[in-house]
């Protein structure tokens, strides 16, 4: 996994995936993410594809993290990907996506690799051990500056 690098970007997008209609995961990784110091876009849930690269494009945040509890994550995320990276705007903006990647419980690790290689920096296993990971990825990006 590689961290970000340090620079002026400091907004964050959350957002879910366009069939995914959980909203408190969304809520956690603003708090969460918000607490680490940065600001946070949170688009909701039900994002269609094409409203999240048009706002990502009007925004251009720092980081981009997609959350999925429904199951459907790697299917979703992957059609996702594609869009994200296709648009020269976006292509070296971080984009991680973390939850529920697929319903094999342990064997949603086998989404992982094929994530990754589609584009995505990180991506974060469902459970304790994904969270302190993306935590630990979130705290490493540079902080808001302090408005004077």
């Keep these: 996994m590689n961290l970000p690098v340090p620079g002026n970007r ?23 993410i918000e607490e680490l110091g940065h600001e946070v876009v949170n688009l909701g849930p039900c ?54 990647l697929g319903t094999g419980g342990r064997r949603n690790a086998r989404y992982v690799d094929p994530l990754v290689a589609a584009g995505y920096t990180a991506v974060f296993e469902e459970g304790a051990a994904g969270l302190e990971e993306f935590r630990r990825f979130a705290g490493a990006l540079p902080k808001r500056r302090a408005v004077s």
């Design 10 to 32: 400091e907004l964050v997008v959350v957002s879910g995936l366009s069939s995914d209609s959980h909203t408190w995961n969304l809520v956690f990784l603003q708090l969460l």
């Design 47 to 100: 994002v269609p594809d094409g409203l999240l690269v048009s706002e990502c494009r009007r925004l251009s945040p720092g980081l981009v993290v997609i959350s999925s509890v429904n199951g459907h994550g790697y299917q979703d995320g992957m059609r996702l990907i594609e869009r994200m990276r296709d648009s020269e705007e976006l292509s070296g903006i971080p984009v991680v996506i973390g939850g529920k």
